[in-house]
């Protein structure tokens, strides 16, 4: 049941991840902007996930140790630009869907679990009509967030005025244990934009 259900998994995140990835509204790569870029969303996660792949936490856990069961929580945007949910939902993708996560949890006995909305989604367009039920497994036992947030600094020129801006922004990801409320890893990348001029130019 357990290797049925993580294939269902495998094929679930696959599309769901498409599906967000597909209605994300970041844009492509330019300059002069402060807007959140593909690359900051694939940069953001390749970083989180190189720190979650070294971690301490993962360490000493086998096959056969107790299920460690992982509720992928939605990314929080407190920073200063737009983030849609998609792109949200799409950097806690592709951490914990990634294929060497996907893998190293597998080897630590590690469960990820959507959320019950994203379950809801996933149990009428993915298996519609189906009596299978992937989350016939033990029950959450911690949550993963990420969160985006940002430092505004204006370039001070002649005058007083600034006509440029630059924002460096953090993104930072938790596991918490749900029994205990205790953070047990956390993660922390940053990357930093600029413009000039008219941020809507």
Sequence with gaps: MRARARDILRVGAVCVLAGALAGG??????????????????????????????????????????????????????????????????????????????????????????????????????LPGSSADPYDLPADTHLFNVAFRSIQRAAAVAGGVADARKDVFVVDAQITDLATGRVVWSGETSFARQARGLLLD
């Design 25 to 126: 509204c970041a844009t492509k790569q330019r300059t002069g902007s402060t807007r959140f870029t593909v690359s900051d969303v694939e940069f953001s996660a390749g970083e989180l996930r190189r720190e979650l792949l070294a971690a301490e936490l993962l360490a000493g856990r086998s096959r056969d140790s107790q299920p460690f069961v992982i509720m992928a929580g939605d990314a929080v945007n407190l920073s200063s630009e737009r983030l849609p949910e998609a792109d949200r939902w799409g950097v806690v993708s592709m951490i914990l869907y990634d294929p060497e996560v996907r893998a190293a949890f597998e080897a630590t006995n590690v469960f990820v679990h959507l959320t019950p909305e994203k379950r809801m989604l996933f149990r009428r367009y993915v």
